[in-house]
């Protein structure tokens, strides 16, 4: 008998459980508290951009594995973070994954589950949603080609989005003590504006956070229409 494929895309509220909970809150002390201190000074400033009256979607900048743990004791609230569908191909990682309430995307196109996922999400009042707008891991330090499914989600559940900027894990240092890292908080990004004014906006922001360059694009008049093909 065929085993049914577990679907990584879709988290309903009830996926958010108390175990992921712990199991995230776990990843976070071993992570940025025990394992990256050994190498790494971590310093965190702007913490009182978090805003406490309302929700938000998590957006850090993306140069490292260790990001979605530094960006969740950044905040220091559970992150239900994207990763991209080929993440989950791999069954180990996969379960790992699952474990800290993660779930699949397709990078190319935003798909309607994405849309019914970020909306559970943020029933739950206690999980935020991370999306890294850069897609995968950028070590060239700069902020460039965005991925705009972050700006579009943002105007489609009314929800702003406080942009992070980390820096000093380009390369990892594996010389105990002699690294450093530091994770900037930014003041939170309106998503009532226009659709590109958001994505520059988080870019502008970030550069500056992270002292990266910014290399601005302009955005399609395709992508434009993303916010209308989205629709639950």
Avoid at 13 to 40: A, H
Avoid at 77 to 94: S, T, V, Y
Avoid at 107 to 134: C, D, H, M, Y
Wanted: glycine share 6%; with cysteine.
């Amino acid at each position: 008998m065929e085993t049914k494929k577990k679907n990584y895309t879709k988290r309903e509220v009830s996926d958010f459980t108390e175990n992921k909970y712990k199991f995230q809150l776990f990843g976070r002390w071993l992570v940025p508290n025990t394992l990256m201190p050994i190498f790494y000074k971590i310093e965190y400033i702007g913490r009182e951009n978090i805003p406490k009256d309302r929700n938000f979607i998590v957006a850090p900048n993306h140069i490292s594995y260790f990001d979605p743990f530094i960006a969740g004791e950044a905040v220091r609230q559970p992150i239900a973070f994207m990763g991209k569908k080929e993440l989950f191909e791999n069954p180990i990682l996969a379960f790992l994954l699952d474990g800290l309430a993660c779930f699949a995307v397709n990078r190319e196109k935003l798909e309607v589950s994405t849309i019914k996922t970020a909306l559970n999400i943020f029933k739950t009042e206690r999980w935020r949603l991370g999306i890294f707008p850069q897609g995968g891991i950028r070590r060239n330090r700069k902020i460039e080609k965005i991925n705009k499914g972050f700006a579009v989600i943002a105007k489609q559940m009314k929800t702003d989005i406080l942009p992070i900027g980390i820096t000093g894990c380009e390369e990892y240092n594996w010389i105990p003590f002699k690294g450093k890292v530091r994770v900037v908080i930014g003041e939170p990004i309106s998503f009532n504006q226009e659709l590109e004014d958001i994505i520059d906006e988080w870019s502008c922001k970030v550069a500056t956070l992270t002292n990266y360059e910014y290399i601005k694009e302009k955005l399609k008049s395709t992508e434009n229409n993303e916010i209308e093909k989205s629709k639950v």
